[in-house]
């Protein structure tokens, strides 16, 4: 899948926004809490939609979810899930907008728990990609097994976003991504 994609992204203009995020963020690591949340926010909005049209509704997006803030989405209650539900700039699902909601306040529990979101998914580091929508599914809401695949490969969790051949490769390796990295033990 990654060389297709990586192929057919190189071909495409510079404007397109496939080619920039291709360019500049798919499967490079992140490390803030609000970026993860960010992606996941968008990697379950784009169920059942093109990318393309999550790319072209990105900045919508953070402005409706106001900046992808964890603490303000936590505090969101029914007006801001109708603020969202008539915002035709994003996708208007109550399900993906209850689950964004929903996830925020999970990601403070795990933040609680374990310092951040990210050192969680550091510390579940290296599952399967098996193991890990069983994770997310027992975790999160709005999270299959595609949802989650996209977003542990474009966080730089699981190998995949592109190709050996890409020239995009070498710069993600260099920001050292999760699956890059040999376990120091055996998971149990």
């Known amino acids: 899948m990654a060389t297709a994609y990586c192929e057919a992204v190189l071909n495409m203009e510079r404007s397109n926004v496939h ?15 609000n970026r993860l949340f960010e992606r996941l926010v968008l990697e379950i909005n ?56 929903g996830n925020a306040k999970r990601i403070k529990i795990i933040q609680r728990d374990n310092g951040s979101f990210k050192k969680w998914l550091d510390q579940n580091h290296p599952l399967t990609k098996e193991e890990w929508v069983k994770l997310f599914k027992q975790t999160f809401k709005f999270t299959g097994g595609e949802i989650v695949n996209e977003f542990l490969m474009s966080t730089g969790y699981l190998p995949g976003a592109h190709s ?16 890059s990295i040999k376990p120091s033990k055996t998971r149990l």
Do not use: M
Request: net charge positive; hydrophobic share 35%.
């Open 19 to 33: 080619k920039k995020y291709h360019d500049t963020e798919y499967g490079f690591p992140i490390k803030s809490d």
């Open 46 to 101: 784009q169920a059942g939609l093109s990318w393309s049209t999550i790319l072209n509704k990105k900045e919508n997006f953070t402005r409706a979810y106001n900046g992808f803030n964890i603490e303000k989405v936590v505090a969101y209650n029914d007006d801001d899930v109708n603020r969202l539900l008539n915002n035709a700039g994003i996708i208007r699902n109550r399900l993906k907008i209850e689950a964004a909601i």
């Open 164 to 179: 050996p051949a890409c020239p995009v490769y070498e710069k993600v390796l260099k920001r050292i991504p999760a699956w």
